[in-house]
């Protein structure tokens, strides 16, 4: 990732749309990631990775480098993610399928890959499902995207502990979830 | 140390390699000691960290960016076309700022209002004690016991008292 500048982030400020590229282009994996785990389908990603960028487009004129660029984009990637899975937490908890997202390419036996990767994806997918957004937000940063617990806290604009209890009851819940069903499989 | 706490910093800072030195020689040294707190390691790292270590991270379509493109192509032909825009944006900005801000805003607007009426009732109540002073001059001039009046009948100078 090519190290964003605050030269760039002074052009894109001013309308400048090569710069502005630079910065999605910097950014756009994570923030696409981050919403795909939070939202769950690939189209309803889309639309929230496009409307960050445009929300960023918007304001970086009022950019104050009070905190990062990262921490900024983070932080308006997870608002609209979260607010994205509240309105359609518990409308729509069916499996969507993962059809338009695209794996990063890879070589040799594309086949057995593929299925492989399907299953942990259902895995994970199937997991994050058990989590109300807040939670989700804390396990996405952390354990997919490795966010330290500070920069998660700064993310979300929360406390450290609150970040710590929302690990900690997103994990008893998998952890829960996990007796439960090696108790079905005896 | 209680298991339960041994096993609530497991939970986070432990598996997540966020624990300070401290605190993880104590959880380490009561690894040791303890076989359930071991076990309770065991699972939670194959419940909470494993499934998540096969996650693909994916490339995001081409067509979100030319989405964006279109999108702030747009707003810029509309920023063009529209004198007015600058001054629209700028209430939208007022619009969308948040609540504390509008309140402390609308507050000084409020003060500075006041102050600004206040001074011209005081100018305007200062304009009227001049002139009806320069009306009671005038009339003792007219009736003839001239005197120049400051409030107790004289200027009050060394002059003033000599020819008194």
Known sequence: MREITDDIIEKAALGDEASFEEIYRAYSRFVYNVALRMVREPQAAEEVTQDVFLVMFRKLKTFQYKSSLKTWIYRITINM???????????????YAYDDARYVSSEGNQIFQDVDKEYHEN????????LNPDQRACIVLRNIEGLSYEEIAQSLHININTVRSRLKRAREKLLSLRKEVIHNEM | MKCRDIQDMILTDYLDGQIDPKKKGIVESHLKECAACREFLVTA????IKPFDHSESRVPPE???QG??????REQEVEVS????????????LLTMPRTMRAMATVAVVLLITVTLFKGINYRQQQIARASQEEMEYLSYLSGTSEMLD?????????????L
């Not at chain 2, 964006?68 to 192509?73: E, F, G, M």
């Not at chain 2, 529209?82 to 900005?93: A, I, S, T």
Request: glycine residues 4%; hydrophobic residues 40%; negative net charge.
């Open chain 2, 68 to 73: 964006i493109q279109d999108v702030i192509h």
């Open chain 2, 151 to 163: 409030g107790n009948g004289g200027y009050d100078t060394d002059i003033e008292a000599y020819f």
């Open chain 1, 81 to 95: 993610s979260i607010n994205h899975a509240k309105r359609s937490h518990n409308k729509n908890r069916e499996i």
């Open chain 2, 63 to 65: 067509s979100i960016w």
């Open chain 2, 45 to 48: 790292t194959e419940a909470v």
């Open chain 2, 82 to 93: 529209n004198p007015f825009y600058d001054v629209l944006e700028r209430m939208k900005v």
């Open chain 1, 123 to 130: 895995v994970i997918r199937k997991l994050l499902d058990l």
